[in-house]
C-alpha cells in the first residue's frame, strides 16, 4: 500500500472526518512490519486527526496449509489456505486508537481449530463428515481472525472484540463457508460465556463484519440472529440517512444496510456491527458514507460513555 495510492486517500480522509476514538478496519493487507497500516496512520494524521496507536497481528488470510481444501488437484492455491488469500496476509484487519493498546495483553484468537469448537456445525445432512480428518486437523475457524484486544482509556480498560467472518456464498450444496460463517459469529457466544478462559463481563465491544444479515441475503442466519438478542449485548441500531436508504425487496429495514452490493443480488445487507456490553450507555450511532473510492462498506460508528 502506497500512501499516493488514491484508495488510501480517500480512506484516510474518511477516517479523518469520522474522528473515531477506536476503528477497527477490515480487509487491510498485512505485513509483519505494519509499514502499510503505519502509511494509512500517517495520511490519516496528514488530514488533522491523530490517531497514534497502532495493532496488526498476522491473520489466517493467506496463510497456506499445505493441503488441497478446495480439492481441485492443486496446492497453494488461494482457496487453500487457511482463510481465502491471493498471498499471505491478504484482506487482514487492524485497529488504529487515539489511546494506547495494551498489546502485551491482547488475546489472538484466530488459531483456534473448527472441529473443537462446541457445537460446530460440520455434519453434512447424510450425517457424513464437512472434513476430512486430515483437513479438519489443520483448519481452522477464523477465516480472516478473532482478537481481544484490551484499550486503555482513562482509567477504565476498554475491551474491543473484532473479527471477520467468511462470506456465506462461493461453496456448494455442502454449504461449507455457510456454515463457517454461522460457527464465526456464535464463536464470541462460546467466549463470552467463559468456554475459552477468562471473558470480559463488561466494558467491551463487540464490532467487525460478520458478512451476514439478520433477515436478507444468503447464509445462516439464525448465527447473527442469537448473537443481536444476546442479553450482554445492546444494539444501537445505526442508520443511514433516509435519502440514502434504498428500499427493495428485501424484508429488512433498509436504514440499517451498511453495505451496497450490485443489485438484484445481494444488494444492500446488514453486515458490519458495532454491539457494545449492556453497561456501557450508547449516546449516539449513525453510519458515514466516504468516498465511494474508498469501500462499498460504511463507516459504521457508536459514540459510547466508557466510566
Known sequence: ??????????????????????IALQGIDYDHDLTA???????????????????????????????????????????DAQGYGEFAGQGGMAVLSRFPILTDDVRDLSGYLWRDMPGAQLQLMDGSPLLSP??????????????????????????????HASPPVFDGAEDRNGRRNHDEIVFWLHYLDGLLGEAPVKRFVLAGDANLDPVDGEGRRAAIRRLLADD????????RDSAEAKVGAHKGDPHLDTVDWPAPDPGSL?????????????????MTRGEAEASRHRLVWVDLLVK
Request: proline letters at 7%; glycine letters at 8%.
Open 134 to 163: 486430515g483437513v479438519a486437523a489443520v483448519q481452522r475457524l477464523s477465516t480472516v481472525a478473532h482478537w481481544d484486544v484490551p484499550i486503555q482509556v482513562g482509567d477504565t480498560t476498554l475491551r474491543l472484540l473484532t473479527f
Open 37 to 79: 497500516l503505519r502509511a494509512l496512520g500517517r495520511r490519516v494524521a496528514h488530514h488533522g486527526y491523530d490517531m497514534p496507536h497502532a495493532l496488526a497481528l498476522r491473520p489466517n488470510s493467506g496463510m497456506a496449509t499445505g493441503l488441497d481444501l478446495d480439492g481441485d488437484g492443486r496446492l497453494g492455491r488461494a482457496r
Open 270 to 286: 446488514r453486515v458490519s456491527y458495532v454491539l457494545p456490553s449492556i453497561d456501557l450507555r450508547a449516546v449516539d450511532s449513525g
Open 1 to 22: 500500500m502506497s500512501e499516493d495510492d488514491p484508495q488510501v486517500e480517500t480512506v484516510a480522509r474518511t477516517i479523518a472526518a469520522a474522528r473515531p476514538d477506536i
Open 232 to 239: 450482554r449485548l445492546a444494539d444501537p441500531k445505526p442508520m
